[in-house]
Structures are given as structure tokens and as C-alpha cells.
């Protein structure tokens, strides 16, 4: 039998006693009432809890607002409202700093807080509005019935992009300062940590995030890998934020150093941990990596080798080679449609091109012995794993 409710508190909650009150404490009990609900009912209860969390936000930052007025947090604690907020709630910094800005804002604008607190208006659309009324006040208080209506209607994207409009019609010159000081406020840094690992952090222009957000999305994106890539979508990003710099630097003709040479990687090794014959770990700028790593990127890259013999001694430096020639590029991209793995559909612009019998244990660079491969499949033949029959 179909469980009839359409609102959230007889679905979930119930005010009895003047409070809300989960039934039941354990995740069984709410799986239960859940499982009984309606298709309809159950879009319904989904769209009741939102607005609940709404309503909950502005709550929450009338609440604020009251013990920052009341200075409890200095008078009990000799605590600032926002470090209070840290210590009892565990929010970030970031978090409580936003949250007391909110709640100070919330006073001065009570058309806005009456619509919040019917649910009405998302909370990050709250704190963009308080935002906006603190930077400008004055221009606020004849705009405050406006913002209190489109926030009920608009995304919170939306509701972001409507104040930008807004800011620029009352001081243009103002959003022009702002806007050119976002810019350049643009940075990235790039670090090795003391077990090689590169961190990366940065910050981008807006137009520079879209497009190094849409270019990572479209890479990373799991409908276009294999079904069975269990990678982390953190991990995703990150292999796609390397494919796509390789690819960049594989078929850009025009990059040069100032040298005049085209940019590339100097790898020692020992030649008998390339071919798998000792078992020590190489090094790429004094720092250890896997030798699948090296057998991997000697596949398909421009490579100035040093190969050391057993006594050290370099058997070949500085001979520049491109292991796979345009020409056999083509060729072999002209035989595949995508990566050479059974079963995998990644395009032709994600893959390396990998030498069946490797290079450093007499393999051809050939059509013959030279297949597409995919940064997950090309990384899993290294160690060894064999693809499942056609």
C-alpha cells in the first residue's frame, strides 16, 4: 500500500511538542519511511525538506545575528562571533566569517528575511544578497523589494550574475575596478614536496576557470571512459589535467625554448632497470618513480636518453629521438578508432602510442608493433596486466 503524505513533516518530521523530531534514531527506521512513500509523494517530500533547509538557514542567521548583538561570545568566552562559531560548530573560517556577515546583514534587510524565512530563497542566495547590500547601502534600500522577489525564482548562478548587472547600473566604474582587480588576482604556483609529489594551487580569472573547467570536464567526464575505470573523480582530473598538457605539447609545432629546441624530458636511468633486469628504482630530476612509469613515457615522447652501463658509464647522450614518428602516428591512427583495449571507447586524442614489444627489449618502432592506448590501459599493460580476448 502507497504511503499518502505530500508534505515533509508527515513524511519525516512531525512539530509535536514544538519541535521537529526525526522518528526514530537509526538509519533503518528512516529508510523505512522512505521506501513507503509515493513517486509523487517522495518528489514532493524531497522539495519540502529544501525549502525546510531554506527556512533553516535564515534561522539560523536571525539566531547569529542575536548573539552577536548580545556580544555573548566576548562576554562568556572571549570569543569573536565568528570564532565561536568555529569552535562550537566546527565550520571553516571561511564558513563563520560568511555566516556572521550574513546575519549582521540580515538586520537592515527585513523584506528579504521575511521571504527566507518562508523557505523561499536558497541560503547561498542570502549571503550573496547580504553581500551586495553591504557594498552598497545606500542604492540597497530602493532595490530591496526587487531582490526579495527574483531570489524566489532565480538559480543561485543566476541570482549571482542578476547582482553583477545590477552593481554595473548603479557604479559602473566601480564594477569595471572590481572586475579588472579579479583578474589580476590570477596566480598558480607549482611546488615539489620532498617525496617528489607536485602540488599545484592557483587561482583563475572567471573566464580562465570556465575554461579549464569545460576542458577538464570534457576529459574527465565517466560516460566518455570505460565503465570499469574505478579511478576517483579527483584522480580523474588530475590524469586529465597531464593528458591534456602531453597532447599540447605533442602537437603544437610552434613551441620552441630559447635554445631554439622543442621542450622536452631528460631521463637517466640504468639501462637494466629499464629493461627490467635490476631492481632499483630510476629517477626523473633526483626523484624515484616506478619503472612502469619510465617504460611508459619512453612509449610515446620526445626523450633526450642518457642510458648509464653497469659501471655508470653513459652508453648514449643527448641524441634527441622521437619514438614514434608523425607518419606511423597517422597511419596507425588511420587502423584504430580509439584506444586498442577490448571494449574501451577512449578517443584517439586521450591515448599514447604503445610499442607491443618495448623499445628497450628490441621492439620496432613500426605499424606492426605499435598500438593506441589510453592513460588507464597503457599504465595497466606497463604493470603487466594483459587485455581480455577481443
Given at each position: 500500500?502507497?504511503?499518502?503524505?505530500?508534505?515533509?513533516?508527515?513524511?519525516?518530521?512531525?512539530?509535536?511538542?514544538?519541535?521537529?523530531?526525526?522518528?526514530?534514531?537509526?538509519?533503518?527506521?528512516?529508510?523505512?519511511?522512505?521506501?513507503?512513500?509515493?513517486?509523487?509523494?517522495?518528489?514532493?517530500?524531497?522539495?519540502?525538506?529544501?525549502?525546510?533547509?531554506?527556512?533553516?538557514?535564515?534561522?539560523?542567521?536571525?539566531?547569529?545575528?542575536?548573539?552577536?548583538r548580545r556580544q555573548l561570545p566576548e562576554i562568556d568566552e572571549r570569543l569573536s562571533t565568528t570564532g565561536w562559531l568555529k569552535h562550537h560548530t566546527r565550520m571553516t573560517a571561511t564558513e563563520a566569517s560568511g555566516t556572521v556577515k550574513t546575519a549582521r546583514a540580515m538586520v537592515h534587510m527585513p523584506i528579504v528575511v521575511e521571504s527566507a524565512l518562508n523557505g523561499e530563497i536558497p541560503g547561498r542566495s542570502l549571503h550573496l544578497i547580504a553581500q551586495a547590500r553591504d557594498k552598497h547601502r545606500d542604492e540597497f534600500v530602493d532595490h530591496q523589494e526587487v531582490f526579495a522577489d527574483v531570489a524566489t525564482y532565480l538559480s543561485v548562478t543566476d541570482?549571482?550574475?542578476?547582482?553583477?548587472?545590477?552593481?554595473?547600473?548603479?557604479?559602473?566604474?566601480?564594477?569595471?575596478?572590481?572586475?579588472?582587480?579579479?583578474?589580476?588576482?590570477?596566480?598558480?604556483?607549482?611546488?615539489?614536496?620532498?617525496?617528489?609529489?607536485?602540488?599545484?594551487?592557483?587561482?583563475?580569472?572567471?573566464?580562465?576557470?570556465?575554461?579549464?573547467?569545460?576542458?577538464?570536464?570534457?576529459?574527465?567526464?565517466?560516460?566518455?571512459?570505460?565503465?570499469?575505470?574505478?579511478?576517483?573523480?579527483?584522480?580523474?582530473?588530475?590524469?586529465?589535467?597531464?593528458?591534456?598538457?602531453?597532447?599540447?605539447?605533442?602537437?603544437?609545432?610552434?613551441?620552441?625554448?630559447?635554445?631554439?629546441?622543442?621542450?622536452?624530458?631528460?631521463?637517466?636511468?640504468?639501462?637494466?632497470?629499464?629493461?627490467?633486469?635490476?631492481?632499483?628504482?630510476?629517477?626523473?630530476?633526483?626523484?624515484?618513480?616506478?619503472?612502469?612509469?619510465?617504460?611508459?613515457?619512453?612509449?610515446?615522447?620526445?626523450?633526450?636518453?642518457?642510458?648509464?652501463?653497469?659501471?655508470?658509464?653513459?652508453?648514449?647522450?643527448?641524441?634527441?629521438?622521437?619514438?614514434?614518428?608523425?607518419?606511423?602516428?597517422?597511419?596507425?591512427?588511420?587502423?584504430?578508432?580509439?584506444?586498442?583495449?577490448?571494449?574501451?571507447?577512449?578517443?584517439?586524442?586521450?591515448?599514447?602510442?604503445?610499442?607491443?614489444?618495448?623499445?628497450?627489449?628490441?621492439?620496432?618502432?613500426?605499424?606492426?608493433?605499435?598500438?593506441?592506448?589510453?592513460?588507464?590501459?597503457?599504465?595497466?599493460?606497463?604493470?603487466?596486466?594483459?587485455?581480455?580476448?577481443?
Amino acid at each position: 500500500m502507497c504511503y499518502q503524505t505530500s508534505v515533509l513533516d508527515r513524511a519525516l518530521v512531525s512539530e509535536e511538542g514544538g519541535g521537529l523530531d526525526v522518528p526514530g534514531t537509526d538509519l533503518e527506521t528512516i529508510k523505512d519511511r522512505v521506501a513507503q512513500l509515493c513517486g509523487d509523494d517522495l518528489k514532493q517530500v524531497i522539495k519540502d525538506a529544501i525549502q525546510w533547509q531554506n527556512q533553516t538557514s535564515a534561522v539560523v542567521g536571525l539566531l547569529v545575528a542575536e548573539l552577536d548583538r548580545r556580544q555573548l561570545p566576548e562576554i562568556d568566552e572571549r570569543l569573536s562571533t565568528t570564532g565561536w562559531l568555529k569552535h562550537h560548530t566546527r565550520m571553516t573560517a571561511t564558513e563563520a566569517s560568511g555566516t556572521v556577515k550574513t546575519a549582521r546583514a540580515m538586520v537592515h534587510m527585513p523584506i528579504v528575511v521575511e521571504s527566507a524565512l518562508n523557505g523561499e530563497i536558497p541560503g547561498r542566495s542570502l549571503h550573496l544578497i547580504a553581500q551586495a547590500r553591504d557594498k552598497h547601502r545606500d542604492e540597497f534600500v530602493d532595490h530591496q523589494e526587487v531582490f526579495a522577489d527574483v531570489a524566489t525564482y532565480l538559480s543561485v548562478t543566476d541570482m549571482r550574475r542578476a547582482i553583477n548587472h545590477w552593481e554595473q547600473q548603479i557604479n559602473y566604474p566601480k564594477a569595471l575596478q572590481d572586475a579588472e582587480h579579479v583578474d589580476k588576482l590570477r596566480s598558480l604556483y607549482l611546488a615539489q614536496t620532498i617525496d617528489g609529489i607536485g602540488d599545484i594551487t592557483g587561482t583563475l580569472t572567471p573566464a580562465g576557470y570556465a575554461t579549464v573547467k569545460t576542458a577538464l570536464d570534457a576529459h574527465s567526464d565517466p560516460f566518455n571512459l570505460d565503465p570499469d575505470d574505478h579511478r576517483t573523480p579527483t584522480q580523474r582530473r588530475a590524469d586529465a589535467l597531464v593528458d591534456i598538457h602531453r597532447f599540447w605539447l605533442d602537437h603544437n609545432t610552434n613551441i620552441v625554448t630559447s635554445g631554439g629546441e622543442k621542450p622536452h624530458i631528460t631521463v637517466t636511468i640504468d639501462y637494466r632497470v629499464l629493461t627490467g633486469e635490476l631492481r632499483q628504482l630510476p629517477e626523473m630530476n633526483g626523484v624515484p618513480v616506478t619503472p612502469q612509469t619510465l617504460r611508459q613515457l619512453t612509449c610515446d615522447t620526445g626523450i633526450i636518453p642518457m642510458v648509464l652501463g653497469s659501471d655508470s658509464e653513459p652508453l648514449d647522450v643527448g641524441r634527441k629521438t622521437r619514438t614514434i614518428p608523425t607518419a606511423i602516428r597517422r597511419s596507425i591512427e588511420q587502423l584504430h578508432n580509439s584506444c586498442a583495449w577490448p571494449g574501451c571507447d577512449a578517443p584517439l586524442s586521450w591515448c599514447d602510442i604503445h610499442h607491443k614489444i618495448h623499445w628497450a627489449n628490441g621492439g620496432e618502432t613500426s605499424l606492426n608493433n605499435c598500438i593506441p592506448s589510453c592513460r588507464k590501459h597503457h599504465t595497466s599493460i606497463h604493470d603487466g596486466q594483459q587485455p581480455p580476448d577481443p
